[in-house]
């Protein structure tokens, strides 16, 4: 499932979403797949996981997902998590680590929180490096264009640099 978790965040980054991917299944069955969609769909919940959970639950006619699974090429950040814990998960299988915004562990560990009425095993690294890698190419390709569109922008035009003289 994480490959086709993969396959998903490589199409959401043809995209210019940032590559994440997810898929929600039971068993050898795929429920629900999602990637990445903020860019497109201008929503700043337009998160893998949280689209494939919202699909899930449409498409079983509930919001209990406790039989499911959830594979996910990053690391839920905090909402996600949430979202994760509130939808009653099963398991939860992630591939990159987020040390930035990671909340199944490296950051906060909130599906493991004692205190919620709900907590999913956690399996973390699964195809850690490439999916890693994913993300890797994708921030640098996207500070490249970056740097291209400044420099493109603070070279003086053609016509700039010509004098004219006025008799």
Known sequence: MMLRAMGLARHAAA?????????????R?????QANDREATGDPT?????AAMREAG???GAWRLSDCSLAVTL????MCAGAIVNARIGRVFFGAHDPKAGACGSLWAIPA???LNHRPPIVAGILARPCGR???RFFARRRQERAAS???STRPSPSASRSTTVA
């Open 134 to 136: 994913q993300l890797t």
């Open 113 to 115: 929180d004692g205190r």
């Open 15 to 27: 995209r210019g979403e940032v590559p994440v991917g997810a898929v929600v299944y039971r068993g």
């Open 46 to 50: 337009g998160h893998a996981e949280l």
């Open 29 to 33: 069955t795929v429920v629900s797949e």
């Open 75 to 78: 690391e839920p950040c905090a």
């Open 58 to 60: 449409k498409a079983r």
């Open 150 to 152: 400044r420099d493109a």
